[in-house]
């Protein structure tokens, strides 16, 4: 079981209250587990990534194991904590201003 920590703005979107929990079949990697909680939660299509892209929207980043792993590539396996469900995946709303 996978769990997924999401923004406020969201977890409100989803309906959702804390973690969430997802089964991910196979290699458990950042592109599967937003392929599960976008069918899981088909609401949130198109406001983690680009509908036709795949691509990260501005301003959401992705932690881990206290890493950013924002940049890694999409396909690239989770750390096993993540897998193994000890610990969570992050979506993070960044912040701008200034």
């Known amino acids: 079981m996978i769990r997924v920590v999401l923004p406020p703005h969201l977890r409100t979107l989803a309906h959702v209250k804390g973690e969430v929990q997802l089964e991910v079949a196979g290699q458990v990697t950042r592109a599967a587990v937003l392929d599960a909680l976008e069918a899981r939660y088909p609401m949130l299509r198109g406001t983690i990534r680009d509908h036709g892209t795949e691509q990260r929207r501005p301003f959401l980043?992705?932690?881990?194991?206290?890493r950013d792993l924002t940049h890694e590539p999409p396909n690239a396996p989770l750390p096993?904590?993540?897998?193994?469900?000890?610990?969570?995946?992050?979506?993070?709303g960044a912040i701008a201003g200034g």
């Open 80 to 92: 096993d904590a993540v897998a193994a469900g000890a610990e969570p995946f992050l979506v993070i």
């Open 61 to 66: 980043r992705f932690f881990a194991c206290e």
